[in-house]
């Protein structure tokens, strides 16, 4: 089955720059779309991005807008997040997903997707 590895957190100062990497294993040809989530501490699990299997649609919470993209290498069998300045509140564990295909009906929402990857924590310094 679709096993997905997230990897490229840390810690990184506010204002500068981090690229996550969100691996597949296990796949079939079959396309697949694919988001990105991320939870704080105390707080509710968060949409933050997503993208089709083609990469000709992305999507993207309000607050992510212009500072996060979203992008993806199929030959690489890799989602990209890439974060520019990001800010304090930007901590959290962030999470990649995908469903097969394309999502049943809100790409925003956890519940549309069938894998998840263990996630991987970024930390906002100021």
């Known amino acids: 089955q679709v096993q997905l590895a997230e990897s490229g957190g840390g810690l990184v100062q506010a204002g500068g720059s981090l690229r996550l990497s969100c691996a597949a294993s296990?796949?079939?040809?079959?396309?697949?779309?694919t988001g990105w989530f991320r939870q704080a501490p105390g707080k509710e699990r968060e949409f933050v991005a997503a993208?089709?299997?083609?990469?000709?649609?992305?999507y993207y919470a309000d607050s992510m807008k212009d500072r996060f993209t979203i992008s993806r290498d199929n030959a690489k069998n890799t989602v990209y997040l890439q974060m520019n300045s990001p800010k304090p509140e930007d901590t959290a564990v962030y999470f990649c997903?995908?469903?097969?295909?394309?999502?049943?009906?809100?790409?925003?929402?956890?519940?549309?997707?069938?894998?998840w990857g263990q996630g991987t924590q970024v930390t906002v310094s100021s």
């Open positions: 296990g796949r079939t040809f079959s396309s697949y779309s």
């Open positions: 993208i089709t299997w083609s990469g000709k649609s992305t």
């Open positions: 997903a995908e469903v097969r295909g394309y999502w049943r009906g809100n790409y925003s929402r956890g519940d549309d997707y069938d894998y």
